[in-house]
């Protein structure tokens, strides 16, 4: 697994012969960032067996949340119940956020 820290190290203050590579090294950090945000979302999807619902609310604005159904069929959202999300990744953090 990439050192995220050793690659800030590295960005702030070059590699062992002082070269420094400021521009690449930061967009690898912030993209290593970014995947491994995603990973943890994928993750919590199937820890908990979720998926996301669209709604189409007040006929004009899709939002979302984020379910599971139990053994007997019954829907859960893993979430405040009332509450919708812009975009599925909103849904998802709201979740996790939400877990104990």
Known sequence: MIDLDELSRLNNAGDRYGHITPGVVA?????????????TRLDFMLE???????????????QYQLMTQDEDENYHVLHDEHR?????????????KAQP
């Not at 919708?84 to 996790?96: G, L, V």
């Open 48 to 62: 908990n067996d979720a998926f996301t619902v669209r709604c189409n609310r007040d006929g004009s604005i899709l």
């Open 84 to 96: 919708f999300f812009n975009t599925e990744r909103e849904a998802i953090d709201a979740a996790r």
């Open 27 to 39: 967009e690898l950090i912030a993209e290593v960032r970014r995947l491994r945000e995603e990973s």
